[in-house]
């Protein structure tokens, strides 16, 4: 799953990501792109004008002789976390913003994407790094339209199907092997070629005891039997915190689930289904995922573990499901942070949160690599995120 260096041309480049940004809000209304459904999600017309913004900022306010803005208050309103360009609208309110409208933010992509097009057809070797980083921002913004999307829509009463389910009979599940690494000194982190954010460098060394890696993801019908065996009504199996928040919040099943008279079902953009087995389980937190590895006697690998297992092919279903590991989102030894406001992209974010690894099917083909690291708080259930188990040799 390694990305290969992109050659093809930028403009034609730039084009594809902004249409496949688009695409994914087809089925959707103006009402649908409107809501925010909590905090610490966004609304998409917010991540269509945002992933807009960010191109007008760091490149076309740049590169572009004589750009004019679309319009001058959009600096304010699309900043998303970045100090050094100014002031912006608070996060947890960014549903609160009726205006622009959605036909508003359509025009002020096509404003940008016009001097875009123009900017890049007169050449785009001094703004290459800028363009890589914005077309990887843009990715990673079009998985989380799908996610706060889904959130915003599974959160309603009505079940509301936004995609055409795919017709295929249920998954044979994949028998799990356990399968065993040396360790030793080894070395992880990128080191080209092709891109990479900042947060996964510097590549250094890092030692490994001998330690054993499941083939695949936990299933949905591995996660069923935890649950049956009163999993989130038994504090032993938890952290404190995560304890607190099954208490508070009334945890019972992974984000999504729905207990019928015929069993779980599963809650989704193509609306409710039945729960497949044999898939990986998502939508659970690290609380629930180191919850479960302990229940079942094992433990979440590191994320060193996760990728030199990985890289020597002892992975199987990598890219289903971003996958917790038991690592925290901390720099590299020797990472540094950029000079500018794109320095605040990563390492800001450094406290507080854990390393997911993998990708997962809401993620752009392509856009994953074998040192990514996503990272998230440990409570967030709303990713598509779910877990592989480890243990010492």
């Not at 050659?7 to 209304?29: C, F, H, I, K, W």
């Not at 915190?241 to 019928?260: C, F, H, I, N, S």
């Not at 297992?309 to 996958?323: F, M, N, S």
């Not at 990514?372 to 995120?385: K, T």
Request: a negative charge; charged letters at 25%.
């Amino acid at each position: 799953m390694e990305t290969a260096i992109r050659n093809d041309a930028p403009a034609a480049r730039y084009s594809e990501v902004r249409r496949q940004t688009m695409a994914l809000t087809d089925g959707l209304s103006a009402e649908d792109q409107q809501v925010q459904s909590m905090p610490d999600a966004s609304p998409a017309k917010w991540h269509l004008a945002h992933t807009t913004w960010f191109f007008e900022t760091f490149i076309l306010a740049r590169f572009a002789a004589g750009y004019r803005p679309f319009d001058p208050s959009f600096g304010y309103l699309f900043n998303s976390y970045y100090e050094a360009v100014g002031e912006r609208h608070p996060r947890p309110a960014r549903g609160l913003l009726t205006r622009p409208s959605l036909d508003q933010v359509h025009r002020y992509r096509v404003h940008v994407d016009e001097a875009m097009a123009a900017l890049l057809g007169a050449g785009a070797a001094e703004m290459a790094a800028l363009l890589d980083l914005g077309l990887a921002h843009e990715e990673q913004h079009q998985e989380l339209l799908l996610t706060d999307i889904k959130h915003a829509l599974c959160s309603q009463p009505l079940d509301i199907a936004v995609r055409p389910a795919r017709a295929r009979p249920p998954r044979a599940l994949v028998p799990l092997e356990w399968r065993g690494h040396d360790g030793g000194m080894v070395e992880i982190g990128h080191a080209g070629p092709g891109f990479a954010f900042d947060n996964e460098m510097p590549r250094h060394k890092v030692w490994l005891d001998p330690f054993r890696i499941a083939s695949r993801p936990v299933s949905n019908g591995e996660f069923l039997a935890f649950i049956e065996d009163g999993g989130y009504r038994r504090a032993e199996f938890w952290l404190s915190d995560g304890w607190a928040r099954v208490q508070a919040e009334g945890w019972v099943a992974p984000l999504y689930w729905r207990r019928t008279a015929r069993g779980f079902e599963r809650r989704s953009l193509a609306g409710a289904r039945p729960l497949d087995l044999a898939l990986p389980v998502d939508h659970v937190s690290h609380y629930e995922a180191d919850a479960y590895a302990r229940w079942a006697g094992r433990r979440l690998p590191t994320e060193a573990e996760w990728e030199v297992a990985a890289r020597a092919g002892l992975l199987e279903q990598v890219g289903e499901v971003w996958e917790w590991t038991a690592s925290a989102y901390l720099p590299y030894p020797g990472f540094r942070i950029a000079e500018g406001a794109v320095g605040e992209y990563n390492g800001k974010f450094m406290s507080g949160q854990m390393v997911l690894r993998g990708g997962s099917r809401a993620t752009p083909p392509g856009h994953a690599r074998l040192t990514y690291r996503n990272f998230f708080p440990p409570w967030a259930r709303w990713q598509f995120a779910g877990l592989r188990l480890a243990e010492d040799a």
